[in-house]
């Protein structure tokens, strides 16, 4: 087995857990919207709402990060 062959699986393994994990934040995400819109009067449970949302968003731009930089490894260490 090769290096490259090597980087290659472990990339691949890497973007499947990032593609699962991404869709557990953006449903996190939307879950926290759905329940900051729909809640009218509360204000201590639409700051969780809100709290909810921001770290709904920073998973996700963690997780786009990770996703461009193991492309960027990919291109690097697996040219086409």
Known sequence: MTFSV???QII???NV???LLGSVALAIFLWG???FLYL?????DKQGQKELLGWGLVAL???VSIFGIL????G?????
């Open 61 to 63: 731009f963690v997780l």
């Open 40 to 44: 009218s009067g509360d204000s201590h």
């Open 71 to 74: 492309q960027l490894l990919q």
């Open 6 to 8: 090597l980087v290659g």
């Open 12 to 14: 691949s393994v890497i």
């Open 33 to 35: 919207a759905v329940r």
């Open 76 to 80: 690097i260490f697996l040219p086409a």
């Open 17 to 19: 857990l990032v593609a």
